[in-house]
Structure formats: structure tokens, C-alpha cells
């Protein structure tokens, strides 16, 4: 049972629109771009179709791979002083050896359109539901398009990050959700709370890290990670395997359009808001 992303991104991007109808200003969005990554080029691109197409305004600050620190987050301060501009993306990773943590927290906190910003983080955490980062927002967003009620139900988030764990964890709690966070290098000795999750959130970013037999029958998995195996992208959970009925999200068309989307209507929000 597939959770399309592509669709709930769509509906997601009508309230963009509709978030700035009646109002005369042009939400404008943001992007740095550093280095030659592919991947990141191929994203970048596409929250730049998807900005145009909603009729916002879009700035990209693309410098090379051997930018410095300080040429970085120069280029972040002339969108943070740009007053076309509401929302600001750093495209993620950066290329080795920067400071990705002092280049985030440059980002005027009045336009963090990701939400990873350290004090929009600690909002959230401290109970500003609202001010939750763009792709745990995403994730949950599949989560409910399920049409599963959530609230009291048992989830799991398997992740890489310390950060990002105890965002999912305060982002469930939110829904009423009993969470379980596991390290991604520990999920082997958390079969058990895998398997019987009723919603399981991945975000490791190893292909087929886990086979789709290990989920229980009607779970709601929320497939977060993405890479390359023989030249195709795949994400966390196998395609094939098991005839088991799960809600999946499928990579790509889950949660990497959705995550768009919804960076999009917060910038929609960041705008009216001044």
C-alpha cells in the first residue's frame, strides 16, 4: 500500500498558495549551493521549479567546493539582509571540512525556512509545535495521509543523528505517539520494537537496510533515507521481498517532494508573517 508523496506535495503546495492569496507580497526563497555535488544540484533544482511554478522569487548563491567558511556564510548574510527573500536554504552536505553546525546557525532565524537553525530547533523542542524542522514535518505529514489515526500507537524512528532523534521523538509525542528512538548501529538488537511498531520511521541512509518482512502487517513506514545501488537511487527499505501489507512510501516520490513542499509553505508563512 503505497503513500504517494507526489500527491500529498501537491495538496501541500496549493496551501502555499493559498497562504499568500489576498496578500500583495512575492514570497522569495533562498537557496546556497556549494560545490559539485550532483545530487545536490539535481534538489536544488527542483525547489527552484517548484518555487517558480508557484510564482516566488528565487535567489541561488553558488560558490565552488573550496569556499571558505567565511565566503559561505557571507553568502548566507546577503539573503539574511535581502528583503525579497523570507526563506533560506543551505543545501546540505557540504563538501568536508566545514562547520556545517556555524554555517546553519548564520542563517537569520526570522527566515529559517529548514528549520534546523539551533534556536528553532530548541523552539520546537520546548513545545513550539509549529516551528517543527521541514523533514521530520514531511515525514509526519505521510504519516497522517495514511488515514491511520496515530494517537496511541507505538513508533519507532530508526536514525543516524542525535539531533534528529530527539526531534522525531518530540515530534511524535506531539501526535500522541509512544516513540522509541534507535541508532541506526543498533537497530540489529531492536528487532523487536521494529517489528511490532505501528508506525516505523527510517532515516539511515543505507540501501535496503531493512527487509520489508520485518515490518508487521498494516505498519506505516515512512522510508527516509536515499542512496545509490547499481546506478539507481533507493531508499532504506527493499521493494521487494515480502508480500506483507504495509503503508510505504516509495523512493524516489515519498518524502523528498512532501520535504519541498513543505519548505515551500513555510517560506508561503515567513512571508505573510512580516
Do not use: W
Not at 539573503?79 to 546540505?92: F, R, S
Not at 527493499?238 to 515551500?264: M, Q
Amino acid at each position: 500500500m503505497v503513500i504517494s508523496g507526489t500527491q500529498l506535495a501537491e495538496k501541500i503546495l496549493d496551501e502555499a498558495n493559498g497562504i499568500v492569496s489576498g496578500f500583495s507580497v512575492r514570497p522569495g526563497f533562498g537557496v546556497v549551493l556549494v560545490g559539485d555535488n550532483p545530487a545536490s544540484r539535481i534538489y536544488v533544482g527542483i525547489k527552484e521549479r517548484r518555487a517558480s511554478e508557484l510564482g516566488f522569487a528565487f535567489r541561488k548563491e553558488t560558490l565552488p567546493g573550496t569556499a571558505t567558511e567565511e565566503e559561505i556564510i557571507h553568502a548566507v548574510e546577503s539573503l539574511n539582509v535581502d528583503a525579497t527573500i523570507h526563506g533560506i536554504l543551505v543545501q546540505l552536505p557540504l563538501p568536508d571540512g566545514l562547520d556545517t553546525d556555524r554555517i546553519i546557525a548564520s542563517i537569520d532565524p526570522d527566515k529559517d525556512a529548514d528549520g534546523f537553525h539551533p534556536e528553532t530547533v530548541q523552539s520546537f523542542l520546548s513545545g513550539n509545535r509549529v516551528a517543527i524542522p521541514v523533514f521530520p514535518e514531511a515525514i509526519m505529514e505521510l504519516a497522517k495521509s495514511s488515514g491511520i489515526g496515530l494517537s496511541g500507537k507505538k513508533g519507532v524512528a530508526v536514525v543516524n543523528s542525535e539531533l534528529f532523534g530527539s526531534i522525531m521523538k518530540k515530534a511524535f509525542e506531539y501526535e500522541g505517539i509512544i516513540p522509541t528512538v534507535i541508532s541506526s548501529a543498533e537497530a540489529g538488537s531492536f528487532l523487536n520494537e521494529i517489528s511490532t511498531a505501528d508506525i516505523v520511521v527510517t532515516a539511515v541512509g543505507r540501501p535496503e537496510f531493512f527487509a520489508r518482512s520485518i515490518f508487521k502487517s498494516g505498519a506505516i513506514v515512512i522510508d527516509g533515507g536515499i542512496s545509490e545501488k547499481g546506478g539507481k537511487v533507493c531508499g532504506d527499505v527493499s521493494s521487494e521481498g515480502s508480500d506483507r501489507e504495509i503503508f510505504l512510501t516509495p523512493v524516489p516520490g515519498g518524502v523528498g517532494p512532501v520535504t519541498v513542499a513543505c519548505l515551500l509553505r513555510r517560506t508561503a508563512l515567513l512571508a505573510v508573517e512580516k
